[in-house]
């Protein structure tokens, strides 16, 4: 009876590892991603203003004509 205990407990131990392994390599992904978003946002930020820039710049430059 002995042997098969261990052997429950070591598949218990087993899965519980895994477990934890899984919940880690999802919550990465779901880190990885949320960065991904975030860079996203920084980057169409960035064009926005650009654009907003060179339009001001035309504006000024046909106020100046």
């Not at 949320?34 to 430059?61: L, P, Y």
């Amino acid at each position: 009876m002995g042997f098969i205990d261990d052997a429950k407990e070591a598949a218990e131990t087993a899965g519980r590892k895994l477990k934890d392994k899984w919940d880690d390599t999802t919550d990465r992904i779901g880190d990885k991603i949320d960065e991904a978003k975030a860079d996203a946002n920084v980057k169409k930020a960035e064009a926005e203003k650009e654009s907003v820039e060179r339009r001001n710049e035309v504006k000024e430059n046909l106020r100046d004509s």
